[in-house]
């Protein structure tokens, strides 16, 4: 229901105390006459009567009348200023913010479509999931992520394809979910909270050796029952309730608890029909309710390595088996939230083994994807650091050797706007490595080409996610 204009709101409770002020006093005259009969007073109804309606006591009355209606109208206008003066200082405040984050981040006002295939997220619907803002990971806090993602992106999934309130079409499940927006982040999120099972239909064959990752965030840690990310081999995809009497499965739990450090998770392992005993460790991410934890899982034959955030939280050389052929990535959430929900997006499926020094060194040039940007900004993610490491790696063991950093974009937005992204992009990488990496910026130069030199197409979400990259050029 619209909400009444404050004006409307006050006359009609003045009505209202005038309307109960009346049938008071009516009340007051009835009363007097009951109690006349019961007492068999001497004195005449009518008497009593004409006294209330004399002159003299209709002032009283008036008096009264006054001095109420007074004290209530003192209040409104009270409280009217009350919320007046709240509401000029919220939008002090906002403009302070806004001022704050334009200084911080020139690249503020945007100029690029979301790299998640959206630019309208922020915008409230009647889906949009209300997360506390959080401030974003510092890159040293990953001072010793060693992750760095395949090199060809074959599947790339932010459900921007996908209305907000429909399950997503390129899913199955045996329970139901929703595509959301959250307020304060980027694009369309999975929003899970029932029990049941939940299969990306897009992902039916995994190589040797990928990558996959995504992001995760629980409004009400504690709230939630575990949610299971288990690589698979379904022996019948259309059933995906089947999943764990798989032949052969690498699974992790994740548990959030409110508590840092008390978050749990646990890995599940069986190969070529053989179950093994399964593992338990705990992890201080998961806890704090308005940050998504990102998570990358690396895969390299038998061995597995699963981290949250910056955290390692398992490294297993024997997890997997060599001769299996897994063809299904599965979510199951093991039981309904009380008020609490799962969100998950950005998953991203790589292949291919990195090789930066043989690129370089022999082919002149490394593409790389595992360098990722805040959304229209050339402000680089923390999740970045193995690949940035990788590179200064080869930098500093190659004291001559000089390169060129060049950024792509892919072709949302406007051409100007992507050029200008691409090359401050470009110089933030050249920064990064001088002054965490100790690069001496002489042997770096950058240059950016905006969305002009495209590696695959920008019809689809990996086709985008390709053509978003940094290039290291030898000079």
Sequence with gaps: MAKAPVGFENSRSITFVILFFHRQVANFHKAIFISCTALHSSISVTTILQKLNSPNMKKIILGFFLIAITHFADAQIKGILDKAKQKVGKKANEKVDKSIDKTVDPSFEKTETDTNGTNDASKPTTDTAKVEKAAPASIKAYSKYDFVPGEKIVVFEDFAQDAVGDFPD????????????????????????????????????????????????????????????????????????????????????????????????????????????????????????????????????????????????????????????????????????????????????????????????????????????????????????????????????????????????????????????????????????????????????TDGKGESEPIDKNDTPAGKANNRRVEFIKI
Excluded at 202 to 226: K, R, Y
Aim: charged letters at 25%; proline letters at 3%; one cysteine or more.
């Design 170 to 445: 390129k899913w199955n499940t045996n329970s139901s979910g929703e595509i959301v927006t959250i307020e304060g982040k980027q694009g369309h999120w999975l929003m899970i909270n029932k029990q049941g099972v939940f299969m990306p239909e897009f992902i039916d064959s995994l190589a040797d050796n990928f990558t996959f990752e995504f992001d995760l965030l629980c409004d009400n840690p504690g709230g939630v029952w575990a949610l299971y990310t288990s690589i698979a081999t379904l022996a019948d995809r259309n059933h995906l309730e089947t999943w764990q009497s798989s032949d052969s499965r690498f699974t992790f739990t994740i548990a959030p608890q409110a508590d840092v450090g008390n978050s749990v998770s646990t890995i599940e392992r069986r190969k070529d029909g053989v179950g093994e005993a399964s593992s338990t460790t705990n992890t201080k991410q998961f806890s704090d309710k308005t940050k998504p934890v990102h998570i990358a899982v690396w895969r390299q034959k038998e061995r597995v390595r699963v981290y949250f955030n910056e955290e390692k939280a398992w490294d297993l050389p024997k997890a997997m088996s060599k001769d299996a052929k897994y063809n299904s990535i599965v979510y199951w959430l093991q039981g309904p939230g009380q008020n609490a929900n799962y969100f998950m997006s950005n998953l991203r499926l790589a292949v291919g083994a990195p090789d930066t020094r043989n690129k370089i060194l022999t082919q002149n040039k490394w593409v790389t994807h595992g360098i990722l940007f805040d959304v229209n900004s050339a402000n680089i993610k923390p999740e970045s650091y193995g690949t940035m490491k990788e590179m200064a790696s080869v930098l500093k063991e190659f004291q001559d050797l000089k390169v060129k950093i060049v950024g792509h974009t892919d072709t949302d937005g406007k051409d100007a706007d992507n050029l200008d992204l691409s090359k401050r992009r470009a110089a933030s990488v050249k920064t990064a490595l001088a002054k965490e990496f100790g690069v001496d910026e002489s042997r770096m130069e």
